[in-house]
């Protein structure tokens, strides 16, 4: 399988402020990336799917203009969450697919926990 | 709605003993179940891509069954070790969300030595 890796693994910032998130695939062409977000105790939540080169998809209720994503290239894409609040601290964990994965697997990064104070 | 729902969600077992939970998942318009193992501060790892009903897959101690017409799956682990001890998650990419994997809340094994 794909080697994902998640860059920060966390990450503590104050309200208001913006944060980062970088998902890179190392050995692995990934036309489509996948961005969730975990609360306590619940399951994985899909915020949005990206393509290369093309804008993400986001899902119902998750705001694009809060939560950018970038997909620039087959091994990168960059989620930025805006204006921080401590609503927005949780789990979030990217993973990878390709046309050539098997019954659409997905490859996943180890995550990265965000705190805002 | 497309609900993948797993039971229990923990599980605390004794080294050595057996165990199996439990995927359930609508029935109709299937393709594809996954079973994925997740460590704590480590990547979800996937352990199986199931798409026959009646399907059996094993890997080492551990091994899943697939019943496509009742819309559920076994994960079965074998002796079990405390390295077992992780959240396992299964998840469906239905047709109907294209490549989108919709996941169970997992559950949680726990392995006391």
Request: aromatic share 12%; net charge positive.
């Amino acid at each position: 399988g794909a080697v994902v890796s998640q860059h920060p693994s966390w990450v503590i910032c104050k309200s208001g402020t913006s944060v980062k998130i970088e998902c890179r695939s190392l050995d692995f062409q990934a036309t489509t990336m996948f961005w969730y977000r975990q609360f306590p105790k619940q399951s994985l939540m899909l915020m949005a799917t990206s393509n290369e080169g093309s804008k993400a998809t986001y899902e119902q209720g998750v705001e694009k203009d809060k939560f950018l994503i970038n997909h620039a290239s087959l091994t990168l894409s960059t989620l930025t969450v805006t204006s921080a609040h401590p609503e927005d601290s949780s789990f979030y964990i990217c993973s990878v697919t390709s046309l050539a994965s098997v019954r659409n697997e997905q490859f996943f990064g180890p995550g990265t926990r965000l705190t805002v104070l | 709605i497309l609900n993948v729902e797993q039971s229990p969600q923990s599980l605390h077992v004794q080294e050595g003993d057996s165990t199996n939970f439990t995927c359930s998942f609508p029935s109709s318009n299937f393709y594809a179940l996954h079973w994925y193992r997740w460590e704590t501060a480590k990547s979800p790892e996937a352990l199986f891509v199931m798409t026959l009903n009646g399907d059996e897959k094993k890997k080492g101690r551990i091994s899943a069954t697939l019943n496509t017409k009742e819309g559920y799956s076994y994960l079965y682990i074998k002796g079990s070790q405390p390295e077992d001890s992780a959240t396992y998650l299964c998840a469906s990419p239905f047709r109907a969300a294209g490549n989108k994997l919709t996941f169970g809340g997992g559950t949680r094994v726990l392995v006391k030595p």
